[in-house]
């Protein structure tokens, strides 16, 4: 049985299929998907996340900010620590850097993402981060002595070994998405041949980043399919071992979700 450990399901493009969300998720079941994790990234959306999680006890969900929705006045931890009772919350974020869309607000990028890492200490959550032409300011708030013993997992990681090695030296697992299949993902691919079998996630990022053979079509959780068999393929493991690998990752990192 797959999980897919990032996606956003209140973002997904229905309107061409003319499905109803529901339908996606029968239809990924239907590819041995069985679990869903529903990841936030605003005030906004928090709630149609909420919703999504309630409706099916094998979809789940997360509460942040995500980097590029960060502005002047940062989501204090009080906040987070409340938004983080809900029962199907299993995780804080997506939260983290991304110096590549947004470099309007670094200082409070870095003051949420502090935040996110903090609370997840204090609730013994993990923090799903999103890393974008930042990586040392990222490794560094994670080393943060006051953010230390955070666990979480750098999510759709497209960075070099060194940082996978130095996130996995810190207990961060590593989620691998469609990218992966993509053509020039040449050094993606190196990561996940050297990377160790116990750090590894995959996800869909739906509705972003469809896999080959979908690439630049709307992606649906159901892709993570594709991206199992890929990755098991560059690890040399059948596709049923992959899922069950990545399965009992998510569940040992996510384990409210146990
Ligand atoms: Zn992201
Ligand atoms: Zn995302």
């Known amino acids: 049985m797959l999980t897919d450990s990032h996606c956003h399901l209140d973002r997904l493009d229905l309107s061409k299929s003319n499905q109803s969300l529901m339908t996606a998720i029968e239809q990924a ?9 529903c990841v ?9 996340v909420l919703d999504i999680a309630a ?19 940062v989501l204090p931890q009080s906040v987070l620590t409340e938004w983080s009772a809900d029962s ?23 003051e949420s993402f502090v935040n996110h890492l903090q609370v997840g200490k ?3 959550l993990p923090v799903i981060v ?11 708030l994670i080393k943060n002595d006051a953010c230390r013993e955070a666990s979480g997992v750098l999510h759709c990681f497209t960075e070099d070994w060194d940082m996978a090695k130095q996130a996995m030296d810190m207990n961060f697992c590593i989620s691998i998405s469609g ?16 990377m160790p079998l116990e750090y590894l996630l995959v996800e869909t990022d739906s509705p972003y980043l469809a896999p080959i053979p979908y690439r630049g079509k709307p992606n649906m959780p159901a892709y993570v399919r594709e991206v199992a068999e890929y990755v098991a393929d560059l690890k040399g493991l ?11 990752n998510f569940l040992r990192l996510f384990n409210r979700a146990a």
């Open 238 to 248: 059948s596709y049923e071992e992959l899922a069950n690998v990545t399965t009992q």
């Open 130 to 140: 999103h890393t974008r032409n930042a990586k040392q300011d990222t490794l560094d």
């Open 55 to 73: 409706q099916r006890d094998n979809i789940f969900a997360s509460v942040g900010i995500h980097p590029c929705d960060v502005s002047e006045k």
């Open 40 to 48: 936030c990234i605003s005030e906004e959306n928090r709630k149609a």
């Open 179 to 194: 990218i992966v299949t993509f053509k020039n993902a040449e050094s993606l691919r190196d990561v996940v041949r050297k």
């Open 29 to 37: 079941e239907a590819r041995d998907v069985s679990r869903f994790l």
């Open 122 to 124: 204090q609730e013994a």
């Open 88 to 110: 199907k919350v299993v995780a804080l974020g997506e939260t983290g850097l991304d110096y590549f869309h947004s470099q309007d607000f670094i200082a409070q990028q870095k």
